[in-house]
């Protein structure tokens, strides 16, 4: 099977079992509560060469080099938290399609990056870009609709009951949809370059379209 875009973690080393009295340390405490951004700070400091900067094509099991490097102040969880929001984003799966290799925690070529790797990354970017067509197409279905429900409301001598009836709407939606058409006719005026104004047409030469004759110099 082969290895997933994002990198992996080996299972941790069962540590040896605390005595029942102990606490946990402060650093420990510290760990567990790291967020996501917190944790993406504290990478972009300790490891700029790669964390700095646009999103690059992460070595396979960075997570345990980033342990080895930095012992004690990144959980599992936070780091697999911060991973899977990295790896997940657009600009990764970027940097993933066009990428050869991989990149260490100090910025250095770590493995080719594979075709396979590269292609699930461009599946992905089509997928999205599809979806977001897609929602583009939606919205603008339904301010087409919106815009309509306005222009009919307005010159309508049905009843409120009978329009809601007529157009498919709940009453109490109605004024919502209205409100938010209003807004949009409103912006869609803002955004539109104002009339061409016409320039007076300068009156032509006398004499049925003939120039008169110049005076002699």
């Known amino acids: 099977m082969s290895e997933p875009l994002a990198p992996t973690v080996a299972p941790d080393t069962p540590a040896p079992a605390a005595p029942a009295s102990s606490t946990p340390a402060p650093a420990a405490a510290g760990v567990a509560t790291l967020s996501p951004a917190d944790c993406a700070l504290q990478l972009k400091q300790r490891f700029p060469a790669l964390f700095a900067g646009a999103p690059k094509p992460l070595k396979l099991r960075i997570q345990v080099d980033i342990q ?3 012992p004690g102040v990144f959980s599992k969880q936070a780091l697999s938290g911060f991973f899977r929001r990295y790896t997940g984003s657009t600009s990764y799966l970027i940097a993933v399609s066009k990428a050869t ?3 260490d925690l100090d910025g250095q070529p770590a493995g080719e990056l594979s075709a396979e790797h590269r292609q699930i990354a461009l599946d992905e970017l089509a997928r999205r870009r599809a979806n977001n067509e897609s929602r583009r ?3 603008e279905q339904q301010r087409r609709n919106r815009a309509g429900l306005l222009r ?3 010159t309508t001598t049905l009843t409120r009951a009978n329009f809601c009836v007529l157009k498919g709407v709940a009453d109490e939606e109605l004024d ?3 409100e938010i058409a209003r807004g949009e ?3 869609r005026a803002r955004h539109q370059p104002p009339p061409f104004e016409q320039r007076p047409r300068r009156p032509g030469p006398p004499h049925g379209g003939q120039r008169p004759p110049r005076p002699p110099r």
Request: proline fraction near 0%; hydrophobic fraction near 40%.
């Open 68 to 70: 080895e490097r930095a």
């Open 101 to 103: 290799h991989r990149v």
């Open 137 to 139: 197409e939606l919205e």
């Open 152 to 154: 009919d409301f307005e």
């Open 176 to 178: 919502g949809l209205l």
């Open 185 to 187: 006719a409103e912006e």
